[in-house]
């Protein structure tokens, strides 16, 4: 009886040894199940995250990429209407149509005009400085001098280009009074002629006869506008070159401005380079860039003390230089 006895509890023994390691069993499987779940969860959940994040960067460009098509990368709208002599921009009390021989909307104040544009003329580079100056400083003095010295016959004043400061959009902007854009700036390399309203053409139209001297951009912008027997175009992009077109243009000019000369021509645009060359190959503050300004500075000298009273003289940079 007794080994019968002692059996039973034996037996039950296994059993629940048996249940309970199965019992420990499924609650490592649960566990192991709930850690995967839950790994699963945190995997997912941080791939969700990662997901909304690159949505919200994306986003983020594609707004950008909006904003800048719409306000950076503006589009020019080109209007067919030309200006006109007899029809004047303001209305204005006892105003009387003017003829192009006599000037158009209000009299002539010259008979002749010479528009100088020097590529990448800064303003601080025509104003003295005197505080431990740059190389840039203090070398083409004459157009301050001038200013301060005969204040009713000249001025002197900055202006700020707008972007994007490639010389052909300077050239729209400067001629056609609109803005320049970035959607067409590759077009500095290859530049189609200005069809709108501009005041080359509107010069040509009075029969002006026109004279261009150096950068040859102007005859991609205005082709057949000048004089083909006073005009000689100098190519424009070698920039290692700081002497070849300047000097052609001076070559050319001087002689034209002799009293036996003024005859043959009513505006004369000319285009120096050798600054902004200069400022490609050295930068602003560089002994290269001094000397050009000095020799730029002798040049206006000689313009200055042979031009007549009846013809203006304009002297400006179509952009800047960093």
């Not at 950008?64 to 030309?82: A, E, N, P, S």
């Not at 000019?253 to 002799?258: G, S």
Request: charged content about 20%; aromatic content about 10%; overall charge negative.
């Amino acid at each position: 009886m007794s080994a019968g006895k002692d059996a039973a509890p034996t037996e039950y023994q296994r059993i629940a040894e048996e249940l309970a390691s199965s019992n420990t069993h499924k609650a490592q499987e649960d566990s192991v199940e709930a850690a995967n779940k839950l790994r699963q969860r945190q995997f997912k959940a941080s791939h969700a995250i990662i997901i909304i994040f690159f949505l919200w960067i994306f986003c983020l460009h594609a707004l950008g990429i909006y904003f800048f098509t719409k306000g950076f990368l503006l589009t020019r709208l080109v209007l067919d209407f030309k200006s006109e002599c007899a029809v004047s921009p303001l209305e204005l009390p006892h105003q009387r149509p003017e003829s192009s021989t006599n000037g158009c909307w209000h009299p002539k104040t010259f008979d002749r005009a010479v528009v100088v544009i020097v590529d990448a003329l800064r303003y601080d580079f025509t104003v003295p400085f005197d505080d431990r100056p740059h190389h840039f400083h203090n070398a083409l003095r004459v157009l301050h001098e001038t200013a301060i010295e005969q204040p009713y016959n000249a001025f002197l004043l900055p202006f700020i280009a707008d972007p994007p400061t490639t010389t052909l959009q300077r050239l729209k902007g400067l001629t056609t009074g609109t803005l320049p854009t970035f959607i067409d700036a590759g077009s500095n390399f290859a530049g189609t002629a200005i069809e709108e309203d501009n005041l080359v053409a509107q010069l040509r139209d009075a029969g002006k006869n026109l004279v261009h001297l150096g950068d040859d951009t102007w005859h991609s912008l205005f082709p057949g506008y000048f004089d083909a027997n006073l005009t000689h175009a100098y190519d424009s992009f070698n920039v290692w070159d700081l002497h070849t077109v300047d000097n052609g243009v001076t070559e050319h000019l001087l002689p034209l401005l002799d009293s036996s000369n003024t005859s043959r021509w009513d505006v004369i645009f000319g285009h120096y380079l050798g600054v902004d060359h200069a400022g490609h190959r050295y930068g602003p503050d560089h002994p290269a860039m001094a000397a050009k300004l000095k020799e730029m500075d002798g040049v206006f000298r000689q313009i200055i003390s042979v031009l007549d009273e009846e013809t203006l003289l304009v002297v400006m940079g179509d952009h800047g230089m960093d």
